[in-house]
């Protein structure tokens, strides 16, 4: 690949199979993400950029949905959850465009999709506070795709001490009762939001029909990344 009057330019060689739209990328692809640019985001779906992210926090969130279950469990709720890799981290294989995985699903008794996040306590006043439009897209896609209308978004706090655990590569008790909670139900426009989705497909069609992605919409730590892994001609 190499940049030409304002473009990146792609080659056949650069990458493969191009990735389906997940809950992680509809922001980046609409523009709104905070963090990560439209550019950015299609670049990860031909699996180009790669972002790095510390184990620390995949560890915590995947505690997080372990003790969550067990929360939903003694409340009463029948649930259900997924092998990521038995499945390959896609509850939708036969939409071509979109995907991902649920966290869990509520199948008793009524129907609901719950997006599971999780933060240290000092951020809990400050998450009931202000709304995270990142993570309520996340919990709508799942929303959308699974045609269900019940959808929670809902946090798991830990300690200091039990983040040092995580850590420490330690798995912590899943008891309920040692954790602090907040959650609450996201509301879904199912007409605006395909809306939207439609046009983070038509972003990544354009993208690959015209062989080229917008430096504009590249933001300069990721193409500092192409440059250091020498992706660059």
């Not at 299609?42 to 969550?68: C, H, P, S, V, W």
């Not at 709304?131 to 699974?146: I, K, P, T, W």
């Not at 809306?195 to 354009?206: T, W």
Request: aromatic share 12%.
């Amino acid at each position: 690949m190499y940049i030409n009057n304002g473009y990146l330019i792609l080659e056949e060689q650069d990458f493969g199979k191009c990735k389906k739209i997940t809950a992680t990328n509809v922001t980046a692809l609409l523009g709104t993400n905070k963090f990560r640019k439209r550019g950015d985001a299609m670049l990860m779906l031909l699996n180009i950029y790669k972002e790095t992210i510390d184990k620390f926090y995949t560890n915590r969130g995947f505690q997080a949905e372990l003790i969550l279950r067990e929360l939903l469990k003694q409340k009463g709720y029948t649930i259900k959850w997924w092998d990521a890799q038995e499945i390959g981290w896609d509850n939708f294989p036969t939409n071509k465009d979109l995907g991902g995985l649920i966290d869990i699903a509520i199948t008793a008794p009524n129907r609901q999709v719950v997006e599971c996040k999780s933060k240290n306590i000092s951020k809990f006043e400050e998450t009931k506070r202000f709304v995270n439009d990142d993570y309520e897209h996340q919990a709508q896609h799942y929303g959308y795709l699974s045609k269900c209308n019940d959808i929670n978004l809902i946090y798991v706090f830990f300690t200091d001490e039990q983040e040092q655990m995580i850590r420490d590569g330690k798995q912590l008790d899943t008891n309920p009762a040692l954790y602090t909670f907040y959650g609450y139900k996201v509301k879904l426009d199912r007409e605006k939001y395909a809306a939207g989705i439609q046009k983070c497909i038509d972003y990544k069609n354009e993208c690959l029909k015209r062989m080229c992605i917008p430096l504009d919409d590249i933001s300069p730590k990721v193409l500092q990344y192409l440059k250091d892994k020498n992706l660059l001609k």
